[in-house]
DNA sequence: GACTTTTAAATGTCAGACAAATAAAAATTC
DNA sequence: GAATTTTTATTTGTCTGACATTTAAAAGTC
């Protein structure tokens, strides 16, 4: 572990890409203790502070967690699924909400990805992962729901669609795909026309699950995504041309 | 912008998740520059120091930039899709090589998503995609390469087949899938004739794809993944009983 | 031996200082 | 007056040294 003391801006992030590659390489492994900050600002001659902000950055990618006190220190942290959804989340959320993507373009993503669970998920998944579909679909035909309430519950209904595929790397990948499209579904106002219809679907996915008939998962969820574009299309149309 | 004086522990992840929620809600848009570290320490009740961690700790998602002398500062970032893929692609192998994902699950996973792309990319592959596929598959069949390399033109051939579909949300979930998977790949040993049928089955995706026989190219990919799989399968087998 | 107290080590935070970079303002020159 | 150079002010990057807080282990006490 080097870092170049000619390159003299941003040592902090230096040490820190010295520290990642470590890990990454498996040069330091999971739970593994690091030096102190004192010992770490010793080995590359820098001060303290400047060891601090790069054990920061690793902080933030959760690379790894600091205890305090005696036998206290910096550890690496074992990456758990848990742990990167949420990073996925909050990097494709920003992602899609920065770069102007277009609601055709996510809702394509999207859609694309989960059918490629479908599949897996006809013929995986539990009662349980049915249950939760079947319970938040009577949460979203509850009246009086709110547009954000009922995205929220649509957004974990396809989340256990995804986690009935049963594959750990699967629900990672696709956690950021569905999640961070709910800002987005947001601004659909759902009528209750709409939902109805949506509804209706939603128990077709659930129907077709329950019996593993996963053609016609595959095929109702083409038909969610058309629709779901259709009503998109609908609200920007009244956008421009409020009646 | 408000943090918790209560809750003396860690300040500066306070403070940077402040920032943080700022930026996602709007509140900073991009290109904005925060106030000066001296003002963030005013207005925080905090020490320049504990900003400066904060800061840090926003810098290693690319969330912001900094920028030394007069007019510097801080300054929210436009996350690029270039920018998500690596920060995608370090978690995603961090999550493979620190949870002992199986390298069947990574597979499944991996052409799971890739066929979600079969379609799209049939339709709208340009003329130049294919043109790089049939140029990383050349390279394969180059004598003498070494394992590592075919593993990576073999990234690179997967790759263009997912920028074929058009989507670079797609392409952002699946960079990860893809590259993730190479040090897994790469503990495979390639034999002349396992090479060989990679790549015979590379070219007929590439064919396929060119005649944009979305069929053909899935069909093709599910021949793949489970070649893949029995290759894997046929490593392990040897390393329990070496004959 | 079980409990309490002390101690040492480590991170968390602070204050103040200087260096380096950089853009804007001011001065100089033609 | 315009172009160039110099100065200056601002801001981040880094350092030094200090104190507070937490925590586990060692020492002491009953």
Do not use: W
Not at 140 to 155: I, K
Not at 163 to 182: F, H, I, T
């Amino acid at each position: 572990m080097k870092i170049d003391p000619k390159k003299p801006a941003d040592l902090s992030a230096q040490i820190a890409q010295a520290i990642r590659d470590a890990i990454i390489s498996g040069e330091l492994i999971v739970d593994e203790r690091l030096p102190s900050e004192a010992e770490l600002s010793e080995q590359f001659q820098v001060s303290r502070p400047t060891v601090r902000e790069a054990l920061k950055r690793l902080a933030a990618q959760s690379l790894i967690r600091t205890q305090r006190g005696a036998s206290g220190g910096a550890f690496v942290n074992r990456l758990s699924f848990e742990g990167a959804y949420s990073q996925q989340i909050t990097t494709s959320t920003l992602l899609l909400s920065m770069n102007a993507v277009s609601f055709d373009t996510a809702c394509e993503a999207r859609f694309a990805l989960e059918r490629a669970c479908a599949p897996l998920s006809a013929q995986r998944r539990t009662a349980d992962q049915l249950a939760t579909m079947r319970a938040e679909i009577h949460r979203q035909s509850q009246p009086g729901l709110t547009d954000e309430a009922f995205c929220a519950s649509d957004v974990a209904l396809h989340r256990a669609l995804v986690d009935g595929a049963g594959n750990p790397v699967l629900s990672y990948q696709l956690a950021g795909a569905v999640e961070a499209m709910q800002p987005l579904m947001n601004m659909i106002t759902f009528t209750a026309r709409s939902r109805e219809a949506i509804i209706a679907l939603h128990n077709q996915i659930a129907d077709a699950l329950e019996d593993r008939d996963s053609t016609k998962v595959d095929a109702t969820l083409v038909e969610l995504e058309s629709y779901t574009r259709r009503l998109a299309q609908d609200v920007a149309q009244q956008r421009r041309n409020p009646a």
